[in-house]
Every structure is written in structure tokens, then in C-alpha cells.
């Protein structure tokens, strides 16, 4: 498989302890699914519906796909300034140099802000304790009586 950047032939590399092909030349990865979830689920546990390759603003490449050499498109790797190309066929996707990295980083820095959010949510559910531990829902209820 050539990699779709320089068209040096890829060869099978970990990064991050994931089976991936990568290019000796420009250092760019190609990921499958199945790899692009490892990648994820290396950084960070999450259900399934959360893993996001969240695809949006595509745009065509001027590069092809390894595999069946159909231009990849562009897209945006959840919500985030990340650009990433993928094959439309569901081939893998390409990473330029140190963008797997990248990707990581991102992932890391969601899985601090979804502990954030946790946080924040033991929080509210310390509030909604506080309101059932009074009559609050009981008063709630007389409104509608
Ligand atoms: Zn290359
Ligand atoms: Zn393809």
C-alpha cells in the first residue's frame, strides 16, 4: 500500500501500541475504523455513541486512497480543527505527521473536560438532594393541584 501523500510504500508501524501503516517517508498514518476506535480507545474510554468521527465541511483531496484509489476526502475530526481525510469507500483514514498525535491530545483534552463535566453533574446532584431532602417537590406539587 503507497501512501497516498508521496507515494512511498507504507509499512506496518505501532503508534501508541496500535497496529497502523505508516510512511518511512513523510511519516503520515493510515488507520482502518477498527484503528482510528483503538486510537480512541486508547486515550480514553467511551461508549460507543461517543466516539466521534464526527464528519462535517468534507471537502475533496488531491489524494487517493491506498486501497482503491478514489480521491479521499477532507473532514474535520469532531468539531475540532483537525483536519483528517478519509476514504468515502470506508477504506481508513489518512493522518499527516504527528496528527495521530494530535488526535490524542484532543481526545485527552476531551476526557478532561467530560471529567469536568462530571464534576459538575455530582454537583447538581448534590442540589437535586438538597431540594428533595425539603418539601421542595411537595411544594412543586401543590402548584398543580
Ligand atoms: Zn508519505
Ligand atoms: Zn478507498
Known sequence: MNCPNCQTEMAPAKRHG???DAC???KGVWLNQQELDALEDEAFDLGDHEKGTLVFATEGSDR???VCAKPLQGFMYRLYDLPLEFCAEG???FLDAGE???VLALMREEEARLKRSEKAE???TAHLK???SGNFFDRLRGLFE
Do not use: E, K, Q, T
Open 122 to 124: 455530582d454537583r447538581w
Open 24 to 26: 518511512p517517508s513523510c
Open 18 to 20: 496500535i497496529d497502523v
Open 130 to 132: 438538597h431540594l428533595r
Open 100 to 102: 495521530d498525535d494530535r
Open 64 to 66: 487517493a486512497c491506498p
Open 91 to 93: 477504506h481508513g483514514y
